[in-house]
Each structure stands twice: as C-alpha cells, then as structure tokens.
C-alpha cells in the first residue's frame, strides 16, 4: 500500500512558539501553498481513502485538495505539548522542558505527551490501514505524525525524527506492507 502524507501549510504563529494541538489559524499565504500542494497531489490519481487530523490546518488543506470528504482521526492530531501549547520554547519556565529538550521520545510535555505517545497512536493507525484492502492513501497530518510514520517504517531513526521535518505543504510517500 502506498501512503501519501501531506503536511499543513504554514502557520500563523511566531517563529519559536509551540503549537502543538492548538487550533491555530492558516498564514494569508495558504491559496499560494495549497495550490502548490494540490499541484503535487495530481500525479497521483484516485486514493482508495483520505484522512485527516481534526484540526482545522489540516482539514482546510483536505478540502482545498479536493477531499472534503477525508475522514478525521484523532490519531493524526500533532503532539500535545499540555501546559506548553502557545509559549514561546525559550520563555517556557517549567523545569521539565530540559529534560523534553534532551529527550522529547521518553519525555511528557506538563500535562501533555511524549513523541512515544504520539508514536504509539500512529502506529494503531497505521497498522489498522494494514488490515483494509486500500492500494493508495492520502493524509493530511503534521510534521510530527509523519516524523513517527518515518520511524514506524524504518525511513529514519527516532535520533533523527526532529530534525529531518518535511515542510509545510510537504508530501512524503512512503510503502507500507
């Protein structure tokens, strides 16, 4: 089965600050981006099934693509990052934030999750689309869904996941078996 992530556009919300589940809204810049997007889409022809995080910047891109039907999975939501959501990483006074910075896989956001938590939904997700009978995919996610999709399959190792992000907009293909 071939998947086709697809990230959100870019964001409106300061360079540095932590979004995570937040609802944030789209840059003015989104037509431009998503035109890009859906141009790069194309190629690919008929899924078999969309899906969708819930949250508003993906869903919107969904629609503009052409998949307002896409199905909205909570498993697609981007990391929670709790009491972090909506500061600035420098100014986040919680001495707990070292210890995400050196290890964001085992480590808890304050009443949020780790990437181990986020991973472990990708990866019911993902092994529930194993158990259908769909040939080709399309999901409009986040950079961090689809840095665990990444280490799910193999592509990168979790050591990698927060530096190798595909942009806003971006496609990422991968097979699944």
């Not at 141009?39 to 969708?52: E, H, I, K, R, V």
């Not at 689309?129 to 280490?151: K, P, S």
Request: proline fraction near 6%; charged fraction near 25%; glycine fraction near 6%.
């Amino acid at each position: 089965m071939i998947l086709v992530f697809v990230r959100h556009t870019s964001v409106a919300v300061p360079p540095g600050v932590s979004y995570g589940q937040t609802d944030v809204p789209l840059k003015s810049t989104f037509p431009l981006e998503a035109s890009v997007t859906k141009a790069c889409l194309m190629p690919y022809g008929t899924f078999d099934a969309a899906f969708t995080s819930p949250l508003s910047r993906c869903t919107r891109l969904a629609d503009y693509c052409g998949y307002d039907n896409a199905t909205p999975d909570n498993r697609l939501l981007e990391i929670d990052l709790g009491d972090w959501e909506m500061q600035p990483f420098d100014e986040i006074a919680d001495p707990r934030i070292q210890h995400w910075q050196a290890d964001a896989f085992h480590t808890a956001a304050t009443r949020g999750e780790s990437l181990a938590d986020q991973y472990e939904r990708v990866r019911h997700f993902m092994e529930e689309l194993l158990e259908e009978d769909y040939e080709q995919v399309v999901i409009f996610t986040h950079g961090g869904v689809i840095a665990c999709a990444r280490i799910y399959s193999g592509e990168i190792s979790v050591e990698e996941a927060l530096d190798r992000e595909i942009p806003y907009g971006g496609i990422f293909e991968m097979e699944l078996e």
